[in-house]
């Protein structure tokens, strides 16, 4: 990856607790045109991660210390970055824990490092700030495009990265019903590989923000056959 003339350089995480793949990854992102930070345990992840605000965490779930799941869990609590999972082969339920806590994608290893480097370039692509300074309203929801930031009823909510392209995906096809598939494609991009229950977790916790009986939604309903639709 060729970096923009003057664009800053984007620094990347990589937190794993095996020396020869942390070398590889430090490797291939910086041919990538990235600045490395590395950490082989959680509790040096985390002092990293608050001390050099990196723009993009990869995270491996097995960890000495502090595992990835808590390291994960503490950073959602402080900052918006997005996270990308290492998860071993079979490990659903850690997969779903990982999202569930704020985790932005995963890759099951063995990975392909061409496939991690796409994972790394659509995750930092979706985190940019829009340049747009317009504001999107509906009810009590306020969008404001130009700074990333959603508010109810005058009070700002805290979404991660993600939850926030849901969101505004949804508000601005008000009315209309997508299945799971058109919403990883359009708002997760082509090149995501994980499966539909990705939305359906981050669908749940949008639904925490901005529904009054979030068990009782009236504003991101489910369409029962074929996936989700948002009323205004």
């Known amino acids: 990856m060729i970096q923009a003339l003057n664009a800053p350089t984007k620094t990347v995480l ?17 041919r990538e045109g990235y600045r490395v930070l590395t950490a082989t345990d959680g509790e040096s992840a985390l002092a990293l991660a608050r001390s050099r605000r ?21 950073l ?13 082969k079979g490990d659903e339920v850690d997969k779903v824990v990982g999202l569930e806590l704020g985790a932005d994608d995963y890759v099951t290893k063995p990975f392909g490092m061409r496939e991690l480097l796409a994972r790394v370039r659509a995750l930092l692509r979706r985190s940019e ?6 504001t999107i309203a509906t009810g009590d929801l306020e969008i404001d495009l130009k700074r990333r930031e959603a508010r109810r009823a005058g009070k700002t909510l805290e979404l991660k990265p993600k939850e926030m392209e849901l969101l505004l995906f949804f508000v601005r096809n008000r009315g209309r019903a997508f299945t799971r598939e058109q919403l990883l ?12 229950r990705t939305v359906d977790v981050h669908v749940r916790w949008l639904r925490q923000k901005i529904e009054d009986e979030p068990a009782k939604p009236v504003r991101l309903i489910t369409v029962r056959g074929v996936g989700y639709r948002f009323e205004g």
């Open 14 to 30: 990589v937190v794993d607790d095996e020396p020869t793949l942390v070398a590889t990854l430090k490797y291939n992102l910086e």
């Open 54 to 74: 990196p723009d993009l965490l990869i995270l491996d779930l097995m960890l000495p210390v502090m595992d990835g799941l808590e390291v994960c869990r503490a």
């Open 76 to 88: 959602r609590r402080e900052m918006s970055l997005p996270i990308l999972m290492l998860t071993a």
């Open 129 to 134: 700030p829009t340049a747009d300074a317009e």
């Open 185 to 196: 494609r359009d708002v997760w991009g082509y090149d995501f590989l994980g499966d539909s």
